[in-house]
Structure formats: C-alpha cells, structure tokens
C-alpha cells in the first residue's frame, strides 16, 4: 500500500525546516488521494468485469483510449480532438480560381480541367461569369482542357483586361444561367486603333468576327478584332436587353458614331509583365524588389526591411 509505505518512513534526526515539512504533507496527501481513488474505481467496477469469487481485488475496468486529433467522433472526445474541431482549417472555395495564359487567343472563351468543369456542374459551352478587381466582371464561354491545372483558368489579355487582372491573380467563375440573344448591340472603335484606317468597319471587322459565333457581350468591355491591315480594338457602348447579352445572327450591330477615347485608367492596364516575353528571373528580382514593398508596405514595416 503506498500510503503506508509512505507512513513508515524513518524520523530525520534533525527537526525538519518548515519547507520540507509542508513538502512532505503534500505529497501524503496527493498519494491518499490516489489511494482512494482507486478503491473507488475498484468498488465501482461493472460486475462483468469482475473476475471468479474470491481471486481478489479487481483491476478497474477499461477506458477506452481517447480520440487522436482530427478523428470525428462524436461528443465526449479529448481536450487535444476538441481542440482541434473547434478550429477546421478553412477550405478554398472551388469557384476562386488562379488566371492563366491563354492558348488560343479568343475574347468570349475561357479554359477550365474537365475536374473543375464537373465540380461547378458545368458543360462545354456554358456561359460563365467571372469576377475581377475593381468590381468588373464579364461572361465568357467555358471549354474543357485537359492541360488546365484544376485551380487555374485559363484566359487570353483581353479578358483580363476587362477583369482588370494580370496573370496569377486570382478571380471568381460562376455558371451564368441563360443569357438572353441580344436585339441590339452599339459598339464603337478606339481612336487609337483606327487611325489611318478607311472602309467600312463592319464588313472588315465585325462581320466576320460575330458571324454564326454566337459570342456574350457585356455592356463597357472591350474586344480586340484582327481583321484587315491591324487589328481594331472595340468597346460596347450598350446592348439590349440588359447588360449581358448573346450576338445571335438576327441581332443588330449598329457601329455608326465617332471613335472613343481611351480613358486614363485604360491606359494605365494597356501594358504589363504579361507583355514581356522571357527574362523570368529578372522580373521576378524586379517584383520582389520594386512592386512587393509598395503593394504591401505594412507586412515590409513589420518585417524590419527598410
């Protein structure tokens, strides 16, 4: 019995210091209460635990082992499982995708994995809409590629343009429902793009770029149209009805009015590192060094890097 073992321990010959004395009653007391402890759990026991008549105390019955962190039992695991359900690590949503160079250089389409496509429910040829910075947003057409990393999308400059984004940005993709053929649809070119240009815009550029293609507009994005001598950029002044619609073959394309001026902001995304072609490890020394400081200079402050 531990507690008389601990009651038959011989007297020191010098008078013990009021430290140790107030050590040694603690510690006749935590073994008491371990003592007591397990005679109660012995007491206790279930009878089918028990053992043949007269073997003896009995050993208490079995615990079982509590729940390794992160296993999902129900209630009454450990403090380390509580601890760990109670804060799940957060799930990237499935619908934030990162940008992507685009292989082939269309306006309305956007690539995606055949996974991704089947996790988002959709089908080859659905319209989509994706959300960019800025609070600009656009619908494209979204076709499978089996080469398309499952988190990545892949889209060609002048989609980004339109979302404000660069590539390795990351946007949101929605399925866009039914998008309604438009009745009609104004655009006009930028002045910068047609300079020196004669003809009729329509029957070089528009014509051949909207015929039988069935492609969504948005209400103030631009396209880009080779055709010609140089390629012309437009943007949409306005459709009908509401802000997205399909050109279908009986919808109208009216082209007549002056050329637009490009706005500030317009100029400001015209160019970026997406438009240099090589030299990675130098733009990657040049982002670290130049962008990442002005673009977050509390995390730089806080780091000490001056």
């Known amino acids: 019995n531990p507690c008389s073992q601990a009651g038959a321990l011989a007297p020191s010959p010098n008078p013990p210091r009021p430290y140790v004395a107030r050590g040694v009653r603690r510690a006749q007391r935590a073994i008491g209460a371990v003592g007591r402890m397990m005679a109660e759990s012995q007491v206790e026991a279930p009878p089918e635990s028990s053992g043949p008549s007269g073997s003896g105390p009995q050993r208490p019955a079995p615990v079982d082992p509590p729940l390794p962190p992160g296993d999902g039992g129900g209630g009454g695991g450990s403090g380390r499982g509580e601890a760990a359900g109670a804060g799940p690590r957060r799930k990237r949503s499935p619908n934030r995708l990162f940008v992507e160079e685009s292989v082939n250089d269309d306006n309305s389409v956007v690539a995606l994995s055949p996974a991704k496509m089947e996790e988002l429910n959709l089908f080859r040829g659905d319209n989509v809409l994706i959300k960019g910075k800025k609070r600009k947003d656009t619908v494209c057409i979204v076709l499978a590629d089996e080469s398309v990393d499952d988190q990545k999308v892949r ?152």
């Open 155 to 306: 889209m060609n400059k002048v989609v980004r343009k339109n979302l404000r984004v660069r590539l390795g940005d990351i946007v949101a993709l929605h399925p866009c429902g039914d998008v309604p053929y438009g009745k009609r649809v104004h655009v006009l070119p930028m002045d910068d793009t047609v300079e020196g240009i004669s003809g009729n815009l329509f029957d070089t550029y528009l014509k051949p770029y909207f015929l039988e293609a069935y492609r969504p507009l948005r209400q103030g994005d631009l396209f880009l149209v080779r055709g010609g001598f140089r390629p012309v950029e437009f943007k949409v002044v306005g459709v009908d009805p509401g802000e997205f619609v399909i050109v279908a073959p009986d919808t109208v394309i009216h082209c007549e009015g002056e050329p637009i001026k490009r706005e500030d902001e317009e100029l400001l995304d015209d160019v970026g590192y997406d438009d240099i072609g090589g030299c990675k490890k130098a733009m990657a020394q040049i982002r670290e060094m130049i962008e990442l400081p002005l673009r977050h200079p509390t995390l730089f402050k806080t780091l000490g890097v001056k």
